[in-house]
């Protein structure tokens, strides 16, 4: 099968783990940019980097890349490439995209033109003059950026945070990508005890869950690529079975949510059903002021209430004050936390700053991801990561 170059977009901040997501898959990376990590693959790609990539935000199939200060440029560039390969005569194409610092600007114009250059490319493939567009949906984008144009076409179709058991939703839920990211940036493992003290809707607690058990993200979902021509169903269908032995089931988990919202425990424990992990998580009805920690050494992965989210500066107060003493009783409690509480850091001042911070966006909310690495258990040894 031919060599693909494949993009896995990613939010940013999350295109490290979005790296090391893609190399696990054992592809090999050519380029990684602000918001995208660049790969290679056949067509067989296209459902395991679909079905497996949990911090990234959706897979493109890359058609080409050029440099375009004109229409006519665009036009000729675009018209160049090789649609045909993936677009049959009755599919339905749609394009979209944007454009930075750019001298076409015109997202409308710029569509206009690339839709023009894809049919005119198509008609010497295909004997027709208008095309009915009523099969499969192939949606191309483009970017440009500094008047570099990347043609490519989305084979996720919705985003890949789209998991499928998320049924009962709460104010604000965080994306499951970005929950996913939290995880894999601690130095939690199934070994260890998670608690997530504002569950919310449980999505940190189930992603966690789902690496747990080596759940692939994809796995409960559809994507568009499933009714291309190019991509033969059997690949689909061996990139599912591979992922449906990969589960381990024999893994038993400590992972215990609680919110003081009786309709978010509610939502949570909807969403843990669904997801098929009702037994693999405890969730109660908890303030974070009577909460204990169910063991120890546990790493704390939460996502808590800021801003509008909460209204109430003195209870965000009594929250912190409650966080800094738990970590100053509990030297083996880590704490993993995300937040656009620019004062968050002057309230845990049991413990010196943050070890690490990062810059993360929920959302459009610029935030920081404040990790506190606590003692690490004599007997569990993990590799600390980026």
């Known amino acids: 099968m031919a060599n693909l170059e494949l993009i896995a977009t990613a939010t940013f901040g999350l295109e490290a783990v979005v790296k090391r997501e893609v190399q696990a898959l054992g592809f090999t990376v050519t380029r990684s940019e602000d918001a995208k990590i660049t790969f290679t693959g056949d067509e067989a ?40 390969e993936w677009i049959p005569e009755d599919g339905k194409f ?8 750019s001298k076409l600007y015109s997202l409308s114009d710029c569509q206009k033109i690339i839709k023009k250059a894809v049919v005119e490319r198509l008609k010497k493939t295909y004997p027709l003059e208008i095309f009915p567009e009523t099969g499969a949906l192939y949606s191309i984008r483009f970017t440009i950026l500094k008047d570099v144009v990347t043609l490519s076409i989305d084979t996720s179709g919705a985003g890949l945070h789209k998991r499928g058991y998320r049924q009962a939703n709460v104010q604000a839920p965080i994306k499951e990508t970005l929950a ?3 995880v894999e940036l601690s130095f939690w493992n199934p070994d260890r005890i998670l608690v997530d003290p504002f569950c919310g809707s449980g999505t940190i607690l189930i992603e966690a869950a789902m690496i747990g058990k ?3 993200p994809g796995l409960s979902r559809r994507f568009v690529s499933e009714n291309w021509e190019r991509v033969p169903k059997e690949l689909w269908k061996q990139a599912r ?26 939502a949570a424990r909807v969403n843990a059903s669904k997801a098929g992990l009702s037994d693999d998580i405890v969730i109660r009805r908890r303030s974070f002021e009577e909460l204990k920690m169910p063991g120890e050494y546990p790493v704390i992965i939460t996502n808590p209430p800021y801003g ?18 738990l970590l100053a ?13 620019k004062e968050f850091e002057r309230s845990i001042r049991s413990r010196k700053k943050a070890d690490r911070r990062r810059k993360l966006y929920n959302g459009r909310i610029e935030t920081t991801y404040y990790q506190y690495y606590g003692e690490k258990p004599n007997k569990i040894q993990t590799d600390r990561k980026e």
């Open 45 to 84: 790609a296209i459902p395991k980097a679909n079905l497996w990539l949990r911090c990234a935000d959706r897979v493109l199939l890359k058609m080409g890349e050029f440099r375009a200060e004109s229409f006519e440029e665009l036009f000729e560039q675009t018209k160049a490439l090789p649609w045909e």
């Open 94 to 101: 749609i394009v979209n995209g944007t454009s930075v610092k």
């Open 180 to 182: 996913a990211a939290m």
């Open 214 to 216: 080596n759940i692939a």
């Open 241 to 266: 079975a591979e992922a449906f032995r990969a589960i381990r089931d024999d893994v038993e988990l400590k992972i215990y949510g609680a919110d003081i919202d009786p309709k978010a425990v509610s």
């Open 308 to 325: 509008e989210r909460i209204g109430d500066k003195e209870a965000l107060e009594r929250i912190y004050y409650k966080m800094d003493r």
């Open 329 to 341: 009783k509990d030297r083996g409690c880590s704490l993993y936390l995300i937040t656009a509480d």
